[in-house]
């Protein structure tokens, strides 16, 4: 207890001592510096032990205190360092504080609370804000890649402020959501991309991208059921905390200005064949048609063709798609406070270029979190986050007429410009270089996160806090397509979105803290939150304008319009109880009941009890004359938790929609069938974890095994499609994540060595398993994944392709069914996108005022669906696509030994066509990686220098993103996932704006 | 004073909390503002009106592309020209039961289906005296009529389908519903439209069924039955109604505002309810993705003043890169995106009726049927002279009279000459398979033999 109330104490002590100057006998001065570079340490609090007399140390990390006859102890504590108790009973006192041991003696915030490090019996990650800044992201979560074992990161695609694939041990659900709830300062935050504007299929914006992260300062991952288990319906999928920058009191005010400039390329392109080439392939595949060798479609233009091969031209369109990119940040903050009043104020303006044009993303931010003690029991305060953000956003992905597309699709030998000088476009595809100059499409979102607390104080040990929230989540789209391009055709489209989703919050909780005697401490909370969420949509549509000038829907001559509306209640009680003996044996107990507006009022609550136990073993005797742990605790949780989100508000009711249109008549069909029964999908999960610390605190070890069945899915069970639909949404079939993780840190010198080195490793591995499924469900483009009894989530269902006949050069398949024929029955599932391990390296290294360091993070084992090749190696069968390199690999006579078959739209051959529809598995690939994310050089310029140009720091870097990747794929990017919109689906490669390769220069300075 | 603010200040605290626990009833129980409860979705005149509007609206979903593609794709006309594999099979008759475009039809049809079921079922009951018991006939004749045209349509393109007649509530309605044969499938179409034409309006109403409406369908399907005389009886009772009539030029069918005196049944679409059917015939330099596209014997066809006459207009050219494109020009409305789906037409009648008379050895007067079609295209009148002959003639004229709408496919199946035209020789694949998702989900079903 007594670490964990530290962050309080200042606040306490510094508001009493004013009061106390009476009774001063004698006056004690003093300086603290820190243990390891022996540099002045501010802000340390000091207080006369058994007093409530006390001071904070100076910018020169002095003090002086009145000391009361009697008195001669002082405690010395300060944030991140390990508290110290002095005699000061002769002279100054010079105190060195040492640096807290990272990991095993933070405190750590937990739902609702906050716990030592040394009690916890739950499995959560903690990620300092420290190790998230400067990294050239538009969100926080995507920062978290590779730091958090257990925690699978990845960006669906390279487009700034775009979707993220975050999964915290794995999938549980089929059909509701399985994205962690998001705390922000204790408002729950929306996280459902608002941007109505269809982009490809791809999620096309990440709500938390509305967060700076530079106000960040610290984020925890709540994985294991004894922590998420107080979000109850919640906390399913687990649970991140994010809290903010706060002002500390007896604090100087902090002036901090950040800023960096960083430049992004496209690490790969892709291989396209030239003209020539082509044209060869063309004539190859016509030929084997059964074409006459006389009327090959490139022959001579005397002859009617269109030119010998070697007449072709090769267009480039790809370099006019992808650019150098630029992005800028700047940040300016101020922290301190008073003893009464604590602040921070941020603003920060971010601004990131997409690598591929014309597509940017910018941010305005500011936020100010307060706290004000008014009395000694009451203290108020807010966290209040406003944010704009602007994204010019273009369609890539499943789209013939995104940019990409475009560009990489049409034939390498058809020129960019008709002979006239307007955009050629060929086939399903629009014109590249039209889209770049044309493409008008803005998303501008207003975000506010905002929330008030009121905190009462009874006695010692009761606290009651009663906060009000609100996230306010607005976006509003503007498109128009002018007539250059083909969305515009004939006369000019437009659209536009006006979207709002508001969640408002209010939550109380009782808070009750003690100590019995020196062993036994408790802490246990009461509390109830009830939460509404609106989402609301207007749109509009305009065809047929004037002129390519007149833009907005007021000046089309048709004008359509709609609006949608939906809302959901959620009210829940919650409790919790810690205690702790000794600080060696700690008991967790919590249980939370939700109830949805989603279900029946019959099946309305859900109950989501957990309970977790640890024994920290290293207080024991018989280990600690080992003497080989400073630290090592079991621990081990059990609990139960729900989910409802991802379905639909009334999903449960039997319900007609309206909107049936007809002779502008209207009309109403039904929608979806009822299901009364309908209740909560929960998910039952187990975590054992071992804490260890050996060698002077120089070698951490974390390790976490956890068991999760979430069973009564929310799932589209298919019905029989004759009874007029398609699914209905039942609680049922299972799904299972079984898992562990490792973190290893050491800090490889002593702590008093100049050099500091430590490095932090992570791996983990989930296994997914569908336990029970109705029917076999399919999704995707092309039904490319299925669902299916005992196979993970997300696996490809497809033709497997064994090999290519060397003698006649078609395609060869597993005959799974073995009759004989190729039908779907051979298709099968074929591999999955789940990586067998994942997980992250991040070193650190720091000399006087150098510091260097790398994050690395890797996936092992998951399986990419290249659409690239599927439409790019297509053998003829697309004749307005052109070709990769690739295809030049070819069968060509008896006896090559290729993967690639022979050229032909034949589709009795079933080599690109027919049956198959290409779907073989040669198109999926092994999409391991090893990733440089990060690699950072910095250099901190010594005080005394600083201090000559009036500042009080001053940082410069440079730093390298995603430098080099290690991987055996053949696409751009093996971190891909273009369907990020569709559900059950992931790692299709779709002409997807890969992760740019950055280089980056910054600059710090504390004013 | 300064205590007393604290003291307000907690009792806020403490109110606030009541409060919010007590207003929590709104919370778990909001009412949703674009849905009805489906059994309250046809308690009175103005609902059950919507709720017909609905069956035509979903028939117009299966209507708008999919049901055209599955009658030209897999004929000679049209070439997939687009980047989707589903298309393609379709184009070389190589389907599979996991062909989406099929799965999204059947599953459509069978929407419709019970749209059609839950009007025939809630409305008799219905009391309004707003509802006048000449429009309530007229509406369930409609909804009789419609889930004859789709049950007609499940007929010829899958054989034999579940019946389903009552409307679905939950999912164990119509467990044990089998596939039923192909002539059960048709007696239960011909059951509906002899309902239909009893209780629907004498009338014009062209994108509404009428009367006529029943019977030009009830026509076809005694024709796909090869029920000659009643096939002739019925198509003779829409051509002498006098409201019908062939228009000229060939492209007056097709042109804005539609609904032409040929015109018996078709569906009507608006700017507000689009057709984007020409973005897949138009090429890109007209804003279209040129997905389908008429291919070199058709366009020859076509523009032969001795085949195709006027009905050139089915084709438009333009430029792109230098060289000359044709392409399909039936759907061409793109900036109004009103192009209707064309259903039934009079120039059909005709063509039923010359095969019905043909067969039954009424030489003469099918000759003059057909020639009725050809002489409005503005090409020679025929002069076969034998059945077979002019069974081949009805045939090839239909080939260019319906080029882009739903029948080559259809029509080369009935006569069993799709193997003879198409190269199709496996019978088998003349139906199309059940989709593979519905077989998974639907212990009752079958697949058709070959899939």
Not at chain 1, 134 to 144: C, K, W
Not at chain 1, 367 to 376: I, Q
Not at chain 1, 829 to 850: C, E, I, M, Q, R
Not at chain 1, 864 to 880: A, K, P
């Amino acid at each position: 207890m007594k670490s964990s109330t530290l962050l309080a104490v200042p606040v306490v002590v510094a508001g009493l001592a004013q009061a106390s100057f009476a009774q001063t006998a004698s006056t004690v001065t003093g300086s603290v510096l820190d243990a390891t570079d022996r540099t002045p340490l501010p802000g340390v609090t000091v207080v006369v032990k058994g007093t409530t007399i006390g001071a904070s140390t100076g910018p020169d990390g002095g003090f002086s205190l009145p000391l009361p006859a009697g008195s001669t102890t002082l405690v010395f504590s300060a944030v991140g360092y390990e508290s110290q108790t002095v005699n000061a009973s002769g002279g100054p006192v010079r105190v060195t504080l040492k640096a807290d041991v990272k990991q095993l003696s933070e405190v750590v915030v937990t739902g609702y609370s906050e716990q030592n490090r040394k009690t916890l019996t739950s499995a959560i990650s903690s990620v300092n804000g420290d190790a998230l800044k400067d990294i050239p992201a538009a969100s926080p979560d995507q920062l978290l890649q590779g730091k958090a074992p257990g925690v699978q990161v990845s960006a669906n695609s390279g487009v700034p402020g775009g979707g993220i694939f975050i999964r915290i041990r794995g999938s549980n659900s089929v059909n509701a959501s399985n994205d962690p709830l998001y705390v922000v300062d204790g408002v729950f935050i929306n996280n459902t991309n608002l941007i109505a504007t269809g982009l490809g299929n791809q999620v096309s914006s990440n709500p938390l991208a509305d967060i700076n992260p530079q106000d960040i300062e610290s984020i925890e991952i709540l994985k294991d059921a004894n922590a998420t288990a107080i979000y109850g319906s919640r906390g399913a999928n687990g649970v991140v905390l994010i809290t903010t920058k706060r002002g500390k009191a007896g604090d100087k005010t902090r002036i901090t200005f950040n800023t960096y400039h960083a430049w992004s390329k496209a690490p790969k392109q892709y291989d396209l064949v030239s003209g020539p080439e082509l044209a060869q392939l063309e004539n190859e595949r016509f030929l084997n048609d059964g074409g006459n060798p006389a009327l090959l479609p490139y022959r001579s233009v005397a002859a009617g063709g269109r030119g010998l091969p070697e007449e072709q031209q090769t267009y480039d369109r790809l370099s006019d798609v992808f650019r150098t990119a630029q992005t800028q940040s700047y940040e300016l903050s101020a922290a301190g406070g008073s003893a009464k009043t604590q602040f921070y104020v941020g603003g920060g303006y971010f601004r990131q270029e997409s690598i591929a044009r014309p597509t940017n993303f910018d941010r305005f931010s500011l936020r100010v979190n307060l706290d004000n003690a008014v009395t000694d029991h009451l203290r108020i305060g807010t966290s209040t986050a406003l944010t704009r953000t602007h994204r010019n956003v273009s369609s890539n992905d499943n789209n013939p007429v995104g940019v990409i597309n475009s560009a990489l699709f049409p034939r390498t030998n058809l020129p960019v410009y008709n002979p006239d000088g307007s955009y050629a476009k060929y086939g399903s595809f629009d014109n590249h270089q039209a889209l770049i100059d044309n493409l008008n499409n803005d998303a501008v979102g207003s975000r506010v996160i905002s929330n008030v607390y009121g905190q009462y104080q009874f006695g010692k040990h009761l606290t009651l806090r009663s906060s009000w929230s609100i996230d306010f989540n607005d976006m509003y789209e503007n498109n128009f397509n002018n007539t250059l391009i083909l969305a515009g055709q004939p006369r000019g489209t437009a659209t536009s979105f006006l979207s709002r989703d508001i969640t408002l919050l209010n939550e109380q909780t009782l808070n009750y803290t003690v100590d019995f005697g020196e062993n036994h401490s408790l802490q246990a909370l009461v509390g109830n939150t009830i939460q509404k969420n609106t989402f609301q949509r207007t749109s509009l549509a305009g065809q047929q304008f004037p002129s390519n000038d007149l833009t907005s829907i007021a000046s089309a001559a048709t004008q359509t319009g709609s609006s949608a509306r939906s809302q959901a209640g959620l009210l829940s009680f919650f409790g919790k109880a810690t205690y702790s003996f000794k600080q060696r044996y700690t008991a967790d107990v919590s249980v939370r009941a939700d109830a949805s507006s989603r279900f029946g009022a019959d099946n309305r609550w859900g109950y989501f009890p957990a309970v977790g136990l640890g024994w920290r073993l290293g207080e024991e005797e018989f280990i600690k004359n080992l003497n080989v742990f400073q630290e090592l605790k079991l621990r081990g949780s059990l609990g139960k938790t729900g989910n409802q989100a991802g379905i639909s508000d009334f999903a449960a009711r039997g319900l007609v929609q309206g909107g049936a249109n007809y002779l502008d008549l209207p009309g109403t069909a039904p929608l979806q069938l009822a299901n009364p029964n309908l209740s909560w999908e929960s998910t039952r999960q187990w975590n054992v974890g071992l804490d260890a610390a050996v060698l002077q605190n120089r070698l951490l070890l974390e390790l976490n095994y956890y068991d999760k069945y979430t069973s009564g899915l929310l799932l589209n069970v298919p019905v029989p499609r004759k009874i007029g639909f398609a699914s209905v949404v039942e609680n049922y079939g299972a799904v299972s994540n079984k898992g562990f993780e490792v973190q290893v840190t050491a800090n490889w010198l002593p702590r008093a060595a100049a050099v500091q080195w430590s490095t932090t490793a992570n791996v983990a591995r989930n296994v997914n398993r569908i336990g029970k499924l109705a029917a076999p469900i399919t999704s995707g483009s092309r039904d490319i994944f299925r669902l299916q009894e005992g196979a993970p989530l997300y696996s490809f269902w497809l033709y497997h392709q064994t090999g290519v006949n060397p003698e006649n050069g078609d395609a060869q398949y597993e005959d799974v069914n073995g009759d004989g024929q190729l039908s779907v029955a051979d298709r099968r599932l074929v591999g999955n996108a789940w990586p067998d391990y994942f997980g992250g390296v991040t070193n650190s290294v720091s000399y006087k005022g150098l510091d260097f360091g790398f994050t690395l993070n890797f996936e092992q084992g998951a399986k990419i669906m290249n659409m690239n090749r599927f439409f790019l190696v297509h053998g003829g069968t697309q004749s307005n696509i052109g070709y990769l390199r690739e295809q030049l690999d070819r069968w060509q006579q008896p006896g090559d030994q290729t993967d690639i078959p022979r050229l032909t739209t034949n589709p009795a051959s079933n080599n690109y066509g027919g049956v198959v529809q290409n779907l073989s598995d040669r198109y999926l690939e092994d999409g391991s990686f090893l990733r440089l994310r990060t690699l950072s050089l910095g250099y901190t310029i010594p005080k005394e220098v600083v201090a000559k140009a009036r500042l009080n720091s001053l940082r410069l870097y440079v730093q390298a993103a995603n430098l080099f990747t290690i991987t055996p794929y053949s696409g751009l990017d093996p971190e891909v996932n273009s369907q990020s919109g569709v559900s059950n689906t992931k790692n299709f490669d779709w002409a997807t704006v890969p992760q740019p390769r950055t280089f980056q220069v910054g600059l710090t300075v504390g004013l | 004073m300064k205590s007393s603010l604290y003291q307000l200040l907690f009792a806020a605290i403490l109110g606030a909390t009541t409060l919010s626990i007590t207003a929590c009833h709104d919370l778990l129980d909001p009412t949703p503002v674009q849905q009805l409860p489906d059994d309250q979705a046809i308690t009175d005149a103005g609902s059950a009106r919507s709720a017909t509007i609905g069956v035509y609206d979903r028939v117009q979903a299966y209507y708008q592309l999919n049901w055209p593609v599955l009658g030209f794709l897999p004929g000679e006309n049209v070439r997939f020209n687009g980047t989707l594999n589903q298309f393609l099979q379709i184009d070389q008759n190589q389907l599979s039961a996991d062909n989406v475009l099929l799965t999204e039809a059947w599953t459509q049809m069978y929407q419709a289906v019970n749209g059609a079921n839950n009007v025939l079922a809630a409305l008799p009951s219905i009391n309004d005296p707003l509802l006048a018991s000449a429009e309530k006939n007229q509406l369930l004749g409609e909804a009789y009529f419609l889930r004859a045209l789709v049950y007609f349509d499940l007929g010829r393109g899958w054989g034999g389908v579940p019946l389903v007649l009552s409307p679905t509530r939950t999912k164990e309605n119509g467990q044990g519903t089998r596939r039923s044969t192909i002539a059960q499938t048709y007696d239960q179409v011909l059951a509906d439209l002899t309902q239909a034409e009893a209780l629907l309006p004498d009338g014009t109403t062209r994108n509404r069924a009428v009367k006529a409406t029943a019977r030009a369908l009830r026509a076809r399907l005694h024709l796909y039955r090869q029920q000659w005389a009643d096939a002739e009886a019925y198509a003779t009772q829409v051509i002498g109604s006098g409201n019908y009539g062939l228009v000229t030029p060939y492209r007056a069918i097709s042109t804005a505002p539609f609904l032409s005196r040929e015109s018996v049944f078709e569906l009507t679409f608006s700017n507000s309810d689009a057709n984007t059917m020409w973005n897949n015939w138009f090429p890109s330099a007209l804003g279209g993705q040129f997905n389908f596209q008429p291919v070199p014997a058709a366009i020859a066809l076509l523009n032969d003043p001795a085949v195709g006459g006027s009905r050139s207009a089915l084709l438009g050219t333009t430029t792109i890169a230098g060289s000359s494109v044709t392409y399909g020009n039936l759907y061409s409305r793109s900036a109004q995106r009103d192009d209707p789906s064309y259903v039934l037409r009079l120039a059909e009648q005709y063509l039923i009726r010359a095969e019905a008379r043909a067969k039954q050895g009424k030489l003469t007067e099918a000759l003059a049927d057909l020639n009725a079609v050809r002489s409005r295209a503005g090409v020679p009148a025929s002069t076969a002279s034998s059945a077979d002959a002019l069974l081949l003639a009805i045939e090839n004229e239909r080939r260019v009279e319906f080029a882009f709408e739903a029948d080559r496919w259809f029509d080369l199946v009935r006569t069993g000459r799709a193997g003879a035209v198409l190269g199709v020789t496996d019978q088998r694949r003349w139906l199309f398979p059940i989709p593979f998702n519905d077989l998974v989900a639907d212990p009752d079903l079958e697949q058709n033999p070959g899939y």
